[in-house]
């Protein structure tokens, strides 16, 4: 029996040495942080700003976009990392975001927003009460 183990252990080992490694495809960029207010009553909005932390550099920017399909207030905080930002020129624009999602209160949860190849992913936490039934866009403008 422990011929059989030993041989089946040397196997495995030898399995994953051979195999390659799998590298994330993203490369991250920088770091961002936001603050925003969410509202709404079938259509809704959002205003708020941030700060991306790019190349040793804090940029301050702005925050707006509509949706549809929302109900209520919610007011959102978020970090995270930038993916895939190659100049700074690049990160001003509308980001899209496809999920359904509701917050009672108080919550946490992520999200991810592309616009092309750049790709934003943030932790979040929100206060209030938001229902929403389709995503939207969000307009990033820098200061």
Do not use: H, W
Not at 120 to 142: F, H, R, Y
Request: with cysteine; charged share 15%.
């Amino acid at each position: 029996m422990s011929i059989c183990r030993n041989l089946v252990f040397a196997t495995a080992a030898a399995a994953l040495v051979g195999t390659p490694f799998i590298a994330d495809a993203r490369t991250t960029s920088g770091r961002i942080s936001i603050s925003e207010t969410q509202f709404g009553f079938l259509v809704g909005g959002n205003v708020g700003g941030g700060t991306l932390t790019y190349n040793g550099k804090i940029y301050k920017f702005k925050i707006g976009g509509i949706s549809v399909g929302k109900i209520g207030v919610a007011k959102i905080r978020g970090y995270g990392r930038v993916s895939n930002l190659t100049n700074i020129s690049n990160f001003a624009g509308t980001y899209v975001a496809a999920d359904a999602s509701a917050t009672a209160v108080k919550g946490a949860g992520s999200i991810k927003l592309k616009k092309g190849d750049i790709t934003l992913e943030l932790d979040t936490s929100s206060k209030g009460l938001q229902l929403s039934a389709s995503g939207g866009g969000v307009k990033i403008t820098l200061e």
